[in-house]
C-alpha cells in the first residue's frame, strides 16, 4: 500500500464535498510528474487531502476505490483519473506553515515542489502529519 497527498481548491471541491458525495473522480491532472503518480495508484492506497488557496492545510484522508482510468473529461490521451473515497476528516487542519516548521516534514516535496498537485507520502511523513492533524496511534 502507498500513501499520497492530494491537493484541491477547496472552492472547486472540498473534503466536505467528498464526503457528500460518497466518491470522487480524481481528474483534471495537467503536470506530467503528478499524472504519473495517479498511474502509479493502486486501490486501497491511502491519500491525504490537501486544500489549497487560502486554507493550504491537509484536512482529511481518501482511499483509492478503482485503478486508474483515463480522464473521461480531457481531450489529452495522457490524462488519468482515479475514484476516491472519503477515510476521515482531520479534527484539525495541517497548515503547510506548520509542515515548512516540522523538521521531520523540511525535505517532503510538498514542500519542494510546491506546484505539484499530486504527491508521495512516506510512512514517517503519514505519522507525522496525522500526529499534527490531531489523530495519535
Known amino acids: 500500500m502507498a500513501l499520497w497527498l492530494c491537493k484541491q481548491e477547496p472552492s472547486c471541491y472540498s473534503y466536505d464535498d467528498l464526503v457528500r458525495d460518497g466518491s470522487t473522480v480524481w ?5 506530467a510528474l503528478a499524472r504519473k503518480h495517479l498511474r502509479q495508484m ?7 487531502f490537501y486544500h489549497t488557496g487560502k486554507e493550504k492545510a491537509v484536512v482529511g484522508e481518501m482511499v483509492v476505490a478503482g485503478e486508474p482510468q483515463p480522464d473521461p ?3 489529452d490521451e495522457a490524462a488519468v483519473a482515479v475514484e476516491m473515497r472519503p477515510v476521515r476528516k482531520f ?5 503547510l506553515a506548520q509542515i515548512k516548521a516540522d523538521k521531520s516534514l523540511a525535505d517532503w516535496d510538498l ?3 510546491s506546484r505539484l498537485s499530486v504527491v508521495p507520502v512516506s510512512a514517517a511523513q503519514w505519522k507525522r502529519v496525522e500526529k499534527l492533524g490531531g489523530l495519535s496511534r
Open 27 to 31: 481528474d483534471g491532472v495537467s503536470n
Open 42 to 48: 493502486k486501490p486501497g492506497d491511502r491519500v491525504l
Open 73 to 75: 473529461k480531457a481531450e
Open 91 to 95: 479534527p484539525a487542519p495541517v497548515t
Open 111 to 113: 514542500v519542494r515542489l
